[in-house]
C-alpha cells in the first residue's frame, strides 16, 4: 500500500487512461477544511494520479491549485464528485467518490447497442451534468463513452460524468503546441480539430457521437488513422442508420452540426432527448408521437456558451503583459495600462536617435552606362540577366532523362578513349628516326678531349626541333551486347561431390538408404543377433555363396 499525502493509502489500480491511472485507495483519517468532503477513516474512495509528465510541469500545478475551488464546487447527481485534491512533491492525485460499476464503453461492448428510448433517457442524464457545468463555466471537452461510469441502482442505469477538469489540466503551454488539441479524435469537435476557439458547444457535438455510438455501436466517423479521422470530421456528414428513428435522428444531426453556434445548449438537448423518449415508446400516445416529430423546435441553440478557460476573454485566462515601471515614471505605474512600447532608433540624426524613424531601405547603385553597352532590364548584359542566366545554367546541368542501355556503365565494360589527333601539318621526319641516337653519340672522343667516353654513351638523346608523329588511333571498340539471362536448368540441384549442401544432403539420403535396403535383403540381422565377428560372417558369406553355386551345378546335371 503507497501512501497519498498523509490522509490516503493506495490499494489497488482500478484502470489506466492518457492522463493518468485510477486507484482503489482507503481514507487514513479525516481530511481538514482544504476538503470538499471530510470522510472518516476506513472509508473507500477513487484517487486518479496524474501522470509525472503532468506533475512536473509547473504550469500544470499552478493551474491545479487555481481550480482548486471550481473543481470541488462541482457537484450534481450525474457527476462523480471530487472530494480533494493531494499535492506532494511530484505527485498530483484527485480524490473522487468511488462508483462501483463498469464504465459506458465496457457495457457496451459486452451487451450490444441500446435501444432508442434507452440511449435518449441515457444521454439526457448526461446533458443534465453537462448543462451544470456549463452554468458553472467548466467544459468537459473530453466526454466519450469511456469517461461516463455506470452505477447501478437495483435494475436502472444511473450515469455518472467524470474527469471534469483533466483536460482543462492537461491543456498546458507545456504540454500542447497550437497544432495539437485535448480530447479523443473519434469524439473531438470539428473546432477543436481546427484549433479555433472552443466553448460549451464540444460537449454538444460529443454528445451527438455518444448518442449515436449508443444506437448503433460505433462510433460515426472511423479510420486507420487519426489523421483520417479528423479529417472526417471535417468533412463528412454522418449517415442515418435504419434503426434510429426519425425524431431521435433529428436530435443527433443537429448535436453534430460542424457549425458550433447551430448546436442546442445542455439544457435544450436534456429536454429535447426526454420528449423524444416519450414519444417513440410503445405505449406512447399521439400527441406524444406528435411532440417527439416537432422536435426540432426544443433544439435552441445555446445564447451565451461557456467559453473555454485560457481563450481571449474567458474566465481564468492569462492576465495581459505588462511592462514594470523604470526611470522618473515608476511612481505613476498603472497596473491596467496597455503594454508600452520601445522607442524605435535611427533616423536623420543616426543611429539611436529617438523619435526618428528607421533608416530608408538601401539599393544598391546601379551599374553605370557605357560600360558593358546599354543597361537595361532586357539586355543580356545587365546584372539581372547575368543572374538569371547563371541560375539557367546551373539548372541545366543536372537533368533526368532515359539512359540507353549501350551507354549504362553498369552493364558494359569501360572503353578506352582515342588519343586526341595532333593539327594536320608536313611530316618531315620518318618514325624509324624518332628513337635513332644521334650519330656522334658513340663516335670515339677527338684526342684533345679529357673526358671519359661513359659521359657521352648514357646521355640522352638531343631534343629534335621538330614534333613526332603520334601513334595512330585505334578504332573504339563495339559496345558488347548484354548476356542474355543463364537459363536454369530442369533439376536445379548439382552435386560437386560434397562441396555444397545441397550435395552432403542428397548424399546422406542415399547412405540412409543404402543402409537399409542392407539390413532388410542381406542377413546382416541374423549375423548381429548371432554376435559373429566380420571375418566369421564374411565366411559364412562366401561359404553360403558356394553351396548355392553347387546347388545349381547339381540341378543342371540331373536335368
Not at 471530487?82 to 498530483?92: N, Q, S, W
Not at 446533458?127 to 463513452?145: C, N, T
Not at 542501355?405 to 594536320?424: F, H, I, V
Not at 559373429?532 to 560372417?537: F, P, V
Request: charged letters at 20%.
Amino acid at each position: 500500500m503507497r501512501p497519498v499525502g498523509s490522509k490516503y493509502l493506495l490499494d489497488e489500480p482500478l484502470g489506466r487512461g492518457a492522463t493518468g491511472t485510477v486507484w482503489r485507495a482507503s481514507q487514513r483519517e479525516t481530511a481538514g477544511a482544504e476538503a470538499a468532503v471530510a470522510g472518516r477513516p476506513g472509508e473507500t474512495v477513487a484517487i486518479k494520479v496524474l501522470k509525472e509528465e503532468l506533475a512536473n510541469d509547473p504550469d500544470v500545478v499552478m493551474r491545479f491549485l487555481r481550480e482548486r475551488s471550481v473543481l470541488l464546487r462541482l457537484t450534481h447527481p450525474n457527476i462523480v464528485r471530487t472530494r480533494d485534491l493531494v499535492v506532494e512533491g511530484d505527485l498530483l492525485a484527485l480524490v473522487m467518490d468511488l462508483v462501483d460499476g463498469p464504465d459506458l464503453h465496457r457495457y457496451l461492448r459486452e451487451n450490444g447497442p441500446f435501444g432508442p428510448v434507452a440511449a435518449a433517457l441515457l444521454t439526457a442524464q448526461i446533458a443534465d451534468a453537462l448543462a451544470a457545468s456549463h452554468a458553472d463555466g467548466v467544459v468537459h471537452r473530453d466526454l466519450k463513452p469511456a469517461n461516463v461510469l455506470l452505477r447501478t441502482d437495483g435494475e436502472q442505469l444511473h450515469p455518472m460524468l467524470t474527469d471534469f477538469g483533466i483536460a482543462r489540466l492537461a491543456d498546458s503551454p507545456g504540454l500542447t503546441r497550437t497544432h495539437e488539441f485535448v480530447g479523443t479524435p473519434a469524439y473531438v469537435a470539428p473546432e477543436s480539430a481546427e484549433g479555433r476557439p472552443q466553448t460549451s458547444a464540444v460537449d454538444i457535438y460529443g454528445a451527438g457521437i455518444l448518442l449515436y455510438e449508443l444506437v448503433t455501436g460505433r462510433p460515426p466517423f472511423a479510420g486507420s488513422t487519426a489523421l483520417e479521422v479528423l479529417q472526417r470530421h471535417l468533412s463528412e456528414e454522418p449517415r442515418r442508420p435504419s434503426t434510429v428513428p426519425e425524431p431521435l435522428w433529428t436530435v443527433i444531426e443537429r448535436c453534430l452540426r460542424k457549425n458550433p453556434d447551430e448546436r442546442p445548449s445542455a439544457e435544450n438537448l436534456a429536454r429535447a432527448l426526454r420528449t423524444v423518449a416519450d414519444g417513440v415508446g410503445v405505449h406512447s400516445t399521439p400527441a406524444q408521437v406528435d411532440a417527439a416529430l416537432g422536435v426540432a423546435a426544443l433544439l435552441a441553440p445555446d445564447p451565451a456558451p461557456a467559453p473555454v478557460p485560457d481563450a481571449p476573454g474567458a474566465p481564468g485566462a492569462a492576465d495581459p503583459t505588462q511592462v514594470l515601471p523604470t526611470g522618473a515614471g515608476a511612481g505613476s505605474y498603472d497596473p491596467s495600462a496597455a503594454t508600452s512600447v520601445l522607442p524605435a532608433t535611427g533616423g536623420p540624426g543616426g543611429p539611436g536617435t529617438p523619435g526618428q524613424g528607421a533608416d530608408p531601405t538601401a539599393v544598391m547603385p546601379p551599374v553605370p552606362p557605357g560600360q558593358d553597352g546599354p543597361q537595361g532590364p532586357g539586355d543580356p548584359n545587365h546584372p539581372w540577366q547575368s543572374q538569371l542566366q547563371g541560375v539557367r545554367d546551373r539548372n541545366e546541368q543536372t537533368q533526368v532523362q532515359y539512359l540507353d542501355p549501350s551507354e549504362d556503365p553498369l552493364r558494359r565494360r569501360p572503353q578506352r578513349q582515342p588519343a586526341p589527333q595532333p593539327p594536320a601539318g608536313p611530316r618531315q621526319q620518318q618514325p624509324q628516326q624518332r628513337y635513332a641516337p644521334p650519330p656522334q653519340q658513340y663516335a670515339a672522343p677527338p684526342p684533345q678531349q679529357y673526358a671519359p667516353p661513359q659521359q657521352q654513351q648514357y646521355a640522352p638523346p638531343q631534343p629534335q626541333p621538330q614534333r613526332p608523329e603520334p601513334r595512330p588511333a585505334r578504332e573504339p571498340r563495339p559496345p558488347r551486347e548484354p548476356r542474355p539471362p543463364r537459363q536454369r536448368s530442369a533439376n536445379p540441384m548439382r552435386i560437386p561431390g560434397l562441396g555444397c549442401l545441397k550435395g552432403c544432403l542428397f548424399t546422406i539420403i542415399l547412405l540412409v538408404i543404402a543402409g537399409w535396403l542392407i539390413w532388410e535383403l542381406t542377413p546382416l540381422q541374423d549375423w548381429v543377433a548371432q554376435g559373429k565377428g566380420y571375418w566369421d560372417a564374411i565366411g559364412d558369406a562366401i561359404s553360403t555363396v558356394t553351396d548355392w553355386i553347387s546347388q545349381l551345378t547339381d540341378a543342371g546335371s540331373n536335368l
